[in-house]
Structure formats: structure tokens, C-alpha cells
């Protein structure tokens, strides 16, 4: 199972996390929980890799260079 766990998570490019390693583990027909899942990866030492929020900055008050006609 654990060579099973390393492949899908390789193969993924790594961004599966603990929830969505243990369903794609489910639907090859393996029966194991989310934190055993959790307690694997940590095991063999995999992270998964998270994207970075997007920042939305909004203007206070409205820019000297902008105009509006």
C-alpha cells in the first residue's frame, strides 16, 4: 500500500493531500481512513504541495494618476 500511496502521489505532481489521497486510495479499492492516510504520509515523509491565495488589493482612495472622464 505504500508504494501504492508514493505513486499516486508522484503522479499527481504532488498536491494530493490526506483527503484526496484517501479517495483516490478508496476507489482502487483500498479501505483506509483519512488519518491513517495522514499517519502514511507522514511516514514516508510526503507533503503535499499548496497553491498560494491570490492577494486582491483594493485603493484606499483613488490614485493621482488615474482620471476619470
Known sequence: MKKRIVKIFEG???????????FELKKESFNIGVFKTASLMKALGLVAKRSKKPHYY???KEQPTTRHF
Open 12 to 22: 499527481s505532481f504532488q498536491p494530493y493531500g490526506k483527503r484526496r489521497l484517501a
Open 58 to 60: 483594493t485603493a484606499a
